[in-house]
């Protein structure tokens, strides 16, 4: 996303860098890490092991703009960070469960797996499915949850092969991702304190 100039002149003074695949990010190195501006409309997230660096960071932009700082991040783009003494843990419950609600299955059953065992895939296999963009819709949506659930990352490659002309199968397929993701909706990951991942 484009950011204002004047924002991005301001950021690119105080020496950050602007990532030329995503216009949203910007970087500067120094030498206690890197320091990790992200911006996402008016939200801004500030990341680093230099914590001097961060706060250095932040009262140069509120010399410039109106700013309120937050606090550490809590909620981002519908993924919720959560810190404890064993690291910080990253989900979407909450995008999870306004999933439930928009599909209207609250009260589904939770299936064991993502995906039914020896499942085929097949674009010939039966009929069409009759909402192609319900199904579109729920496979994006499904995709932005891997960043927190990657167990579901091959399932939903799976799905959005046919992301132009589902069939039915390819429907049922989608709907038992989301029923298993109904057995641990707060599912996410943890990045240890010791810096190692666990899911």
């Keep these: 996303m484009e950011q204002?100039?004047?924002?991005?002149?301001?950021?690119?003074?105080?020496?950050?860098?602007?990532?030329?695949?995503?216009?949203?990010?910007?970087?500067?190195?120094?030498?206690?890490?890197?320091i990790l501006l992200i911006v996402y409309v008016d939200d801004i997230v500030i990341t680093s092991s230099d914590n001097n660096g961060i706060d250095r960071l932040k009262n140069f932009l509120q010399n410039h703009f109106h700013m309120k700082d937050l606090g550490k991040v809590k909620y981002f783009l519908g993924i919720e960070v959560a810190r404890s003494r064993h690291g910080v843990n990253l989900c979407q419950?909450?995008?999870?469960?306004?999933?439930?609600?928009?599909?209207?299955?609250?009260?589904?059953?939770?299936?064991?797996?993502?995906?039914?065992?020896?499942?085929?895939?097949?674009?010939?296999?039966?009929?069409e499915f009759d909402d192609p963009r319900g199904y579109k819709r729920l496979v994006r949506k499904l995709n932005y949850l891997t960043i927190t659930i990657p167990d579901i990352s091959f399932v939903v490659s799976m799905v959005n092969q046919f992301i132009q002309h589902p069939r039915v199968l390819h429907g049922e397929a989608v709907l038992r991702i989301v029923r298993y993701l109904k057995g641990a909706p707060g599912h996410g990951l943890l990045y240890k304190s010791e810096g190692t991942l666990e899911i």
């Excluded at 100039?5 to 030498?31: A, E, L, T």
């Excluded at 419950?93 to 439930?100: A, I, T």
């Excluded at 609600?101 to 296999?125: H, V, Y």
Aim: overall charge positive; some cysteine; proline content about 6%.
């Design 4 to 34: 204002p100039p004047r924002f991005s002149g301001v950021v690119k003074n105080f020496g950050m860098k602007q990532c030329q695949v995503d216009h949203s990010v910007f970087s500067r190195d120094s030498k206690y890490g890197k």
């Design 93 to 127: 419950r909450k995008y999870v469960l306004d999933l439930f609600e928009e599909i209207r299955l609250l009260g589904a059953k939770p299936a064991k797996t993502p995906m039914e065992l020896n499942a085929k895939f097949s674009i010939d296999a039966c009929e």
